[in-house]
């Protein structure tokens, strides 16, 4: 499975960005989409995820700030990213979880980056 992610970029506190995921290859239905994120010198951790049904999870420090949405039975999903803060900095990566394998899919990862 393939992880295409776009969106990335720079910005100034305040602003906003939209990322973009496509996951191409997969030959069993994938049942969840997703965003991580690593700043540096810490580990990943999860922004918000999706499920093929519908349901959405976020992280704390984003609620009420980002919104997940996308179609997981298309593969696609997007991330909208309102009010950006200069903790919000990391690299973004888009993540595919399909049940029957208990494999995680990871794309490339979009730089992120928020100035003061």
């Known amino acids: 499975v393939q992880l295409q992610a776009s969106g990335g970029g720079l ?8 990322l973009s995921c ?3 290859g997969s030959m069993f239905r994938i049942n ?5 994120r690593q700043a540096p010198g810490k580990q990943r951790e999860l922004v918000a995820e999706i499920s093929s049904g519908g349901t959405t999870n976020y992280t704390d420090t984003v609620k009420g700030r980002f919104t997940i949405s ?8 997007y991330l909208q ?16 979880f399909i ?10 990862g979009t730089q992120v980056t928020v100035s003061s």
């Not at 969840?32 to 991580?36: A, I, L, P």
């Not at 990213?81 to 595919?96: H, I, Q």
């Not at 049940?99 to 490339?108: C, E, H, M, Q, V």
């Open 32 to 36: 969840r989409m997703g965003w991580f």
């Open 22 to 24: 496509v996951a191409s």
């Open 99 to 108: 049940f029957s394998s208990r494999i995680n899919y990871w794309g490339k």
């Open 11 to 18: 910005v100034q506190a305040g602003g906003s960005l939209r």
């Open 81 to 96: 990213m309102n009010s950006l803060k200069p903790e919000d900095t990391a690299v973004y990566y888009c993540n595919a």
């Open 70 to 77: 996308g179609d997981v039975a298309k593969n696609t999903v």
